[in-house]
Structure formats: C-alpha cells, structure tokens
C-alpha cells in the first residue's frame, strides 16, 4: 500500500546522501516539457465541459468501465509507490509482491463485486457521504475531517518528495520544482475538476507503463531470462532467500520481512488492504464516476488486472537489481556519502538501460506518477470540503453553481495548504511518519465501520461513531508505544524480529478488531434506524439492481472469477 | 454505446447522454481520452525514433544492452501505437 512505503523514500530523499544518479539531455528535457504542456492543454478542454456539480466532482458520472478502471489504477500508481516498492523488493524480494496480490486483489474484487452497488445505487458522492446517509452528521463528519487532513498533507509530502527526486535525480532546484509541478496540478484540476484528473491519470497510466516496462525487459535480456537471474541472486547473496513468496513465511525470523504468514493474510489481506481499496476516497471517487452499475463494478476487476501486473515494472526491477548491479545497496540508516540506497534502485536502473529519450520518457513516468497522487488528492479533498464539510455545516442549501464554485477554489486553496506542508516536510522529516501514522490510524479502523454498516442493519450511528473512534485511538497509542517502547513490538507484531512493516500491518488488524468489538457492543446497547431508512444503504434491505443483461463475457462476476483464478494462479507459481 | 442505455442508468440515477470517454453534449462533442493518449504518445515516439536513428552508429556507451537499440523499437511502438489512437479516436472520427 502507498502509505506503508511513503516514509522510507521520502527519508532517503531527505538524508542528501544519494549522489545524483542520472545525466538527461537535452531531448529528455523535451520529453519532460511535452508532458507538462499536455496535462494543462487537457485541462483547460475540458474546462468547457465541467459546469455542473456532478461534472467536476463525479466527472458527470459517465465514464467507461475501463477509463474509471485505469484511472482508479492510476491514483494509485504514485511514483513515491513505484520507487519505495521497488527499493523494498531490493531489501526484501518478491515478498514485496504480496502487496500487490494479496494485498490488492480480493479487496478490489471485493469493491466491485460487494460494496460497488451499494456506493453506486445511494447517489452519494463520497464515502463519508455514505457514512452520512448510513448513520449521521458526527460519523460522516468525524471520517471527513481525517481524511480532508490526511489528502491535503499526503499531497503534501508527495509534492515535496517529487520535488526532492528531481533535485537528486537531475539537480533542478526544489522551489522550482514544487511550485511548477504544484501550480501545474491546481491549474487542470480547478478548471476540470475530477473530469481533468480522470483524463489525466489515463494518459499518465500509459506513460507509466510505457516509461518503466523497458527495464524488466531489457533486465531479463541482460540476466538470461528469469532462471538466469535466479541464479546470479543466488550468486550474489547466498543462503537468502527473495525470490518465494510464501514458503519462508511458517516463521517470523525465516524471511527477510520479519513477518509470519498469519499476518499477511489476516493483516494485509483482510484489514489493510480492503480498507485502502475499499474505503480511501481517492480511488473509490474514481470508480463513482461510473456511467452505469455495471461499469462501476466493472472498473475495480479491470483494474484488478493491471494491479497484478504492476510487480513487473515495480518488483522485478528490485529483484534484477539484486543480480545486475556490480554494488550493493544499503539502508538508508547506514548510508554513507557517496552510497546508494535500497530506494535509488528504479533510478539507478533507468540509467543503466534508457539512453537518451527513453531516459526523459521513465522520468517523465515517475513525474506523471506523482502528479497522479498530487491531483487526486486534491479533486478528493475538493469533493470532501465541499460536499461533505462545507455544504453540512456551513452553507446547506445553496445553488449547485456556487458549489461548483467552491470546489474549485477548494481545489487551489488545498494546493496552497499542500505546498505548505511540503514546505514543512522539507524542514521536519518527522512530518512523514506523522502522515504515514495519520493514514493507517484512520483507514483500518474505517474499513470495520463502513462494511459493518454495509452489511448488517443492527449497526446504529452511536456504535458507528464510538467504533471508528476507539479504532482510530488505538491504532495511534499502538504506534506510540511501539515507537517508544520496542519491547511492546512483541506484543502487537507478535514477534520482536517484526520490521515495521509487519508492524503496520497487526497494528492495522488489531485497530480493525478494536473498531468492530466497540462498534458491536455500543450498536447492541442501542436502538437501530427502521428498516425503510436503511434501503438503498444495507445489505438486506436493499434489493440490488440488475446489471441489466449481458451475456457471460460481460459480467463483471465473470472476469473477477478470471482475475481470482490468476491471482492463485500467481500464487502458486511463486510459491 | 448500446442505444438502448442511451437515457436510462442501470441501477437507477439520473439518466446520462454521452458514451463515457466522449461523445454529444451540450457544448459540443468530447474527444475521447484515447485520443489524448495516442497525442502523446506519437510525439513521443516519433522524437525517440528520431534519437535512435541518429545514434545508430555511436549507441550511448554508458548504457547497458544499447547495441539491442531499445531506443529505435520503443520509438517505433511507441509511433505505432500513438498513429493508431490519434486515427481512430480523433475528431475526424465519425
């Protein structure tokens, strides 16, 4: 997930001690300034065709299955992403996939097989919009306020990090860097809104993959396929295992990770992942965009392909990494001047196979990547102010041009807080695990209270509220106390070997648990809404709409049963 | 689009009028994101076509498997690819 791996590229970025890794030209400069005039043209057609509410926060709602699909792919694909996951398959092998498998797969299928119909058939325009019409003011209000904090300071810190890349990669001054990129990003989203971002991050989906695919395969050329490479990683680091997926997981301490099988399934896979895909606006927004139920459910299971696909471009980098490079890397606690660390392995890799022009196309693809996350942050943040915020508690019942209004000027307004906090991050490196701590304290916790409610119609608004809320508070006094007292890490991770992204995850599974038992012991002690204001909103009182008829290769039950097969498919090959 | 779906939202909602990554609104017809994609990507690779091309016979020496030219094939997929979508997703398309 993004916000595991946000804070140990960021530190590295921040340490200064990488050298500057690559030598563009003058064509790869090119290359760069056609991305940026392209992105603005894009948004300023589409200005004309934004005038209504649901144009700039719902793009309309008439998007494809498959453009809802990539962009719900893209918002997620953040260069900080690309970079930190292909460092951590460095550190820690293909064990780094299981982020993209397990800890993607059935929650997108999830989203769009269970939870899509009922986001989709209640009108609403956000998940704490849901939240509202589910239970009440003070749930909706308490989840819109973490997450307005959460998306302005996430794009924030991505704002400064890329800021901080170009200065490492290519030595451009970093106040040059935020204030283009960040000018560059309020400019096409507050004149498109969500329908800017959306046609955006599709192009910038397909510069990704277009800018990053080289590497594996080039890599793969270079290693003699990927048995050759196998071998050199044996060669290179002998008695260490990176290249299964499973089988060093029956013990904490007989994997690089630290981690126990239980805590990727039940953690990751159950908890973390699902509240992410599930239940984080800034992709579930992409998939509301929807022209139809059946391409709301559509979008995840597309993206759901694309999603297992990504280790190629992201993984197997790190893993040739391992193989190729004449040097080791090092962790950035104990880099040295002059020494590259676990996360300079996607730069240090596009230098070693892009030559001019293909150089400025991998790096206009970390740029797109952070310009993906900067924007839908920022159309997110603008949805929730407006929509969910503004419109409840401070102006209700005015006219849809004036919230039109306000959303755009939320959309500058929250690049100029952004451009603030990357301005503080620049000075407190502290601000990244304050980020890192703000998205897992609130999404695990959420994810209990929306499928609760999603699902059963005892859940009441008390239970919701005071769930979220204890779920929300002990995942942060479980970050503090394994933060200043390592021996608690035994305790919640179940094992002291536990790196701290297995601490993440049982700190996520415990905080869910907390929320759910809180959540049912208070709903049990009060009275639940009648039925009939529950339709539309629960499963059980909800009769779901038909997708309308299509044959079999159009169902999206169809494809989410191929994407599953493949996901044990990919299981078992890398076992 | 089916044409049965032209105003009538599956699952209920408002009804919609346009084919989702273009078509007929009030303010005119909407390119399709594609069309955006294939732009790019013929500009792309029509200037890294050309950058292969011209160091043919001098590959960057600090790169690695530059004597495959990943530079000239990515160009040209790249141009291919991008001619495709700008053809059959630009406005010419009725």
Redesign the interface.
């Known amino acids: 997930m993004t916000f595991q791996l946000l804070v140990a590229p960021a530190l590295w970025l921040l340490s200064g001690s990488a050298p500057t890794t690559l030598?563009p030209h003058l064509?790869d400069f090119?290359?760069i300034v056609?991305?940026f005039v392209?992105v603005l043209a894009?948004g300023f057609?589409?200005k004309?065709?934004t005038?209504s509410g649901?144009d700039f926060f719902l793009a309309?709602?008439?998007?494809?299955a498959?453009?809802a699909g990539l962009s719900f792919m893209s918002a997620n694909l953040g260069s900080l992403e690309l970079m930190g996951w292909a460092g951590s398959a460095y550190e820690y092998g293909i064990l780094a996939a299981h982020w993209y498998w397990i800890g993607a797969i059935p929650a997108m299928l999830f989203l769009g097989v269970v939870m899509m119909?009922f986001y989709?058939?209640c009108?609403t325009h956000s998940v704490p919009g849901y939240l509202e019409l589910r239970f009440d003011h003070a749930t909706s209000g308490l989840s819109g306020i973490c997450f307005a904090i959460m998306t302005i300071l996430m794009s924030g810190v991505n704002m400064f990090a890329m800021a901080v890349v170009m200065k490492v990669l290519l030595g451009w001054n970093i106040h040059f860097s935020i204030w283009v990129s960040s000018i560059v990003v309020g400019v096409y989203v507050a004149a498109g809104g969500l329908f800017s971002a959306?046609?955006n991050e599709?192009?910038q989906f397909?510069?990704i993959w277009?800018g990053a695919l080289?590497i594996p395969i080039?890599g793969l050329?270079?290693s003699h396929g990927w048995h050759g490479m196998v071998a050199r990683i044996h060669a290179n680091f002998p008695g260490q295992d990176f290249t299964h997926l499973w089988r060093g997981l029956g013990h904490f301490n007989t994997n690089p990770m630290g981690i126990h099988w239980t805590g990727i399934v039940f953690g990751l896979g159950m908890v973390t992942s699902m509240g992410y895909w599930t239940t984080d606006f800034l992709v579930v927004q992409r998939v509301m965009s929807a022209?139809?139920?059946?391409?709301a459910k559509m979008a995840p299971v597309i993206a759901s392909f694309f999603k297992m696909a990504v280790p190629f471009i992201v993984i197997l980098p790190g893993l040739l990494a391992l193989a190729?490079l004449p040097f080791h890397l090092v962790p950035q606690s104990v880099a040295k001047a002059g020494e590259y660390t676990y996360n300079a392995v996607l730069p240090l890799m596009l230098?070693?196979?892009?030559?001019?022009?293909?150089l400025g196309?991998g790096i206009t693809a970390l740029i797109a990547g952070f310009m993906a996350g900067m924007a839908g942050n920022v159309s997110a943040f603008a949805t929730v102010w407006t929509y969910d915020l503004y419109r409840p508690f401070m102006r209700k019942n005015a006219s849809d041009s004036h919230y039109v209004a306000m959303g755009r000027w939320s959309s500058i307004i929250g690049i100029l807080i952004s451009i603030g906090a990357a301005y503080v991050a620049m000075h407190f490196a502290s601000i990244m695990d304050y980020v890192q701590a703000l998205f897992s304290f609130f999404i695990a916790p959420l994810f209990g209270t929306v499928i609760l409610g999603m699902l059963w119609k005892r859940i009441t608004s008390k239970g919701a509220f005071w769930g979220l809320l204890a779920g929300t508070i002990a995942s942060i006094t479980m970050f503090l106390l394994m933060r200043f007292d390592p021996r608690t890490v035994a305790v919640i991770a179940l094992s002291p070997h536990a790196k701290v992204m297995a601490q993440n995850v049982y700190q996520a599974l415990w905080a869910c648990v907390v929320c759910v038992l809180v959540t049912l012991i208070v709903s049990s002690l009060t009275r639940p809404r009648p039925d009939q204001e529950l339709v539309g909103l629960v499963y059980g009182c909800t009769e779901i709409?038909?997708?309308?008829h299509y044959p079999l290769l159009k169902r999206p039950i169809f494809w989410a049963g191929v994407s599953f097969a493949i996901f044990l498919l990919l299981q078992w090959i890398f076992w | 689009m089916d044409s049965e779906q032209q105003n009538q939202r599956e699952g209920g909602g408002p009804p919609y009028h346009v084919a989702a990554d273009v078509e007929d609104r009030p303010e005119g017809k909407m390119l399709p994101v594609w069309f955006f994609v294939g732009i790019i990507f013929l500009i792309y690779g029509v200037i890294i076509l050309i950058t292969g091309l011209l160091e043919i016979h001098h590959p960057p020496a600090t790169v690695m498997a530059a004597e495959l030219h990943p530079t000239i094939w990515w160009g040209a997929i790249l141009t291919a690819l991008g001619g495709f979508y700008v053809l059959y997703f630009g406005p010419w398309r009725n």
């Open positions: 030598s064509v090119a290359v056609i991305y392209m894009i057609y589409l004309r065709y005038k649901q309309g709602r008439e998007m494809t498959w453009v119909p989709y058939i009108k959306i046609f599709v192009v397909f510069l277009f080289l080039i050329i270079e022209k139809d139920l059946r391409a190729v230098g070693r196979y892009c030559g001019p022009g293909l196309l709409p038909s997708e309308g």
